[in-house]
């Protein structure tokens, strides 16, 4: 598998290619976001850690480019990041972003984050194998439900029940987030990124990431979708 790493830092490439290789992935890495976007164009890869702070071309600026490549905008995108600001997170998560780690990089921290994203990314493509589909996302530590073209659940997972305090299925999962979250949650054609905040508890507020990815069958219409749930903290 490949991994793109992005850094306009050599050391930080040097660090997570050494992190990766004994992992057994092929690393390919750029200096910069126009050198990102080059290769994306010629390599098939299977995730992308993208730093943020990078000059001319910010992580944030690739970030919405290859959101808006319908070939890429459901590739898996971990940022990199020295910021520990919520706000950055969340914007960088409302741009498309699949998950974020710190720099300094924790090895386990870095396995386990490139590990559920690209299951995550099996998981769009294998929709339809139904039996290998329950067992994969339940080991998932991200929530994940899957749902028909009109909404209503097919599979929720076991972290994506803890997330939103569910036992029972709700009827139209679309409803069950405009009636619990702040936002008018709505799908797309493509790809959509919201950062849900609950109604009640004002207080001491939840904020969840949520990503809604449509699923086409072999006629490009949609036949059904996937949503992908972490908590904001």
Not at 8 to 16: G, N
Request: with cysteine.
């Amino acid at each position: 598998m490949k991994i793109l790493i992005v850094d306009d830092e050599e050391r930080y490439l040097k660090m997570l290619e050494a992190m990766l290789l004994p992992e057994g992935y092929k690393v390919l890495k750029a200096k910069s976001g126009e050198e990102a976007l080059k290769i994306l164009k010629t390599e098939n890869v299977q995730a992308v850690l993208l730093d943020i702070l990078m000059p001319d071309l910010s992580g944030y600026d690739v970030l919405k480019i290859i959101r808006g490549n319908k070939n890429l905008d459901t590739l898996p995108v971990i940022i990199l990041t020295c910021l520990t600001d919520k706000a950055e997170r969340i914007k960088g998560l409302q741009l498309g972003a699949d998950d974020f780690i710190s720099k300094p990089f924790d090895l386990e921290e870095l396995r386990a984050k490139i590990y559920t994203q690209i299951k995550i990314k099996y998981i769009r493509r294998q929709l339809n194998e139904k039996a290998k589909l329950e067992k994969v996302i339940n080991k998932i530590d991200e929530g994940i439900i899957v749902a028909d073209g009109n909404f209503a659940p097919l599979n929720i997972n076991t972290k994506a029940r803890e997330l939103l305090g569910i036992k029972e299925d709700p009827a139209d999962i679309l409803i069950y987030f405009k009636e619990n979250y702040n936002e008018d949650v709505r799908a797309r054609e493509g790809r959509i990124n919201y950062i849900l905040k609950q109604k009640s508890g004002e207080n001491d507020a939840v904020f969840l990431s949520l990503t809604i990815d449509p699923v086409r069958d072999a006629s490009e219409e949609i036949d059904s979708y996937i949503f992908i749930l972490k908590k904001v903290e």
